[in-house]
């Protein structure tokens, strides 16, 4: 058997993915760099993406024995695109924090003023 070619069971993608989640909400509560945070949470989001994607392996589709009636790469992709949506308006935001406080640490943007 060629671990390379054989299918891909869904416990270890359910393992990859819970991985991922951990280590990128660790990152995120323990960064005070806006820009660590940011990579936590994009993490946490492709985290969910591969759980995502582990639950619409075809043993969980709604014809076999186990239904859970999720297409998960749908969701994956919605996720990538809000991702992708959330990444450029935070960026903007800490550009935007840089350039009153020359710097990006979260710990000195305590002041919202419009």
Do not use: W
Not at 3 to 27: D, E, R, S
Not at 68 to 76: K, N, R, V
Not at 92 to 101: C, R
């Amino acid at each position: 058997m060629n671990l390379l070619t054989a299918p891909l069971g869904v416990t270890p993608l359910l393992i990859v993915g819970a991985v991922l989640f951990v280590c990128g909400a660790v990152c995120m509560a323990t960064k005070r760099n806006a820009l660590g945070v940011l990579m936590g949470i994009e993490l946490v989001l492709n985290g969910a993406n591969v759980n995502f994607v582990a639950f619409s392996n075809p043993t969980l589709r709604a014809d076999s024995q186990f239904s859970l009636g999720l297409d998960g790469q749908l969701i994956a992709l919605f996720v990538i695109v809000l991702a992708a949506a959330e990444a450029a308006v935070a960026l903007a935001i800490v550009l935007n924090l840089y350039n009153n406080h020359a710097t990006v640490d979260l710990d000195r943007a305590d002041e919202l003023k419009g």
